[in-house]
């Protein structure tokens, strides 16, 4: 049986990152995850690789950006505020074709906003993590035991593609604690025949460029990554369905929210309300297809985000008009109760209860 950990959401995570052989770590200290860098300075020298506080968000990214061209694990995490400084870096990585990870545990916003859980990054991480024609794999963990087994998957996919991976998590998942295991072994990173590792006359040399002043080489490169973008969508989206048997109101929720929302969707199905949970774990890519079967058998679905409503946006897509798409939604660090949101599906049902 696998030994068990009591552990941090933040620290279960950075302790995945090294089980998955990162050794370079570039980060700034910011609330509710500067336990991944205090973790990180504790074990990283042990394990003889690089802990750096850098003097800024923006700087550490670069860093990261550095370290991933010479073909090693690298990775850096942050808080909301953070993320903003960073997405210029991102957009480098993305555009030089680099693996890494960048963590982002969410806090309320916008703005230096509040240091309590929040989901309002999910437009940022999505649809505009840096300029220009870009994409990040997002992975959304619900649990700590996520937080681990999505960190090692981030590192291998991002590999896999050659494109920069976001683990975006919030405060809540970040500062909790739960029981976690960790694989025995994590198998080591494949060679890279593109990393700049110095030639020594063995080979032609290799190049991390980003910038291409001729517009149709540019045009020609970008084309080509969003290819490799159609076998990720193709290959990696992950979903999670719970109780969805007969369910006639579907609540989609990620992250944290979706943990309440089965609390939610068990009561209501106490009270004889067919309801069922939907839960996207990769973000980018987001489950369309898989959403859009759903919406042409629900009744109605019911978007659930501790934000002003961004993920409510892909869901309508996917429905496509197939089924009404209500919202519901706490932000500025306010967290909903099962409570809440299981009378909210009362009121879909058309019923009435006592929260």
Known sequence: MAKKYLMKGNEAMAEAALRAHCRHFFGYPITPQTEVAAYMAKRMPKLGGTYLQAESEIAAVNMVLGAAAAGVRAMTSSSSPGISLKTEGISYIAASDLPALIVNVMRGGPGLGGIQPSQSDYWQATKAPGHGDAQLLVYAPSSVQEMVDLTIRAFETAERYRMPAMLLADGMLGQMMEPVTFPDEVPLPADKPW???????????????????????????????????????????????????????????????????KAAVDAAREEGIPA????????????????????????????????????????????????????????????????????????????????
């Open 195 to 261: 990393a700049l590792t110095g030639t020594k006359e063995q080979r032609d040399p290799n190049i991390v460029n980003s910038l291409y002043l001729t517009p149709s080489q540019l045009e020609a490169i970008v084309k080509d990554r969003f290819k490799r973008y159609e076998l990720v969508k193709a290959r990696e989206v992950l979903f999670e369905e719970y109780r969805m048997d007969g369910a006639e109101i579907v609540l989609v929720a990620y992250g944290a929210t979706a943990r309440i929302c």
């Open 276 to 355: 069922g949970l939907f839960r996207p774990v990769t973000l980018w890519p987001f489950p369309e297809k898989e959403l859009s079967a759903i919406s042409g058998k629900a009744g109605q679905m019911l978007v659930v985000e501790m934000s002003m409503g961004q993920m409510v946006e892909d869901v309508r897509l996917a429905a496509n008009g197939r089924c009404p798409v209500s919202f519901y939604g706490r932000t500025g660090g306010m967290i909903p109760s099962p409570g809440e949101i299981a009378a909210e599906i009362r009121k879909l049902a058309g019923m009435k209860g006592v929260d």
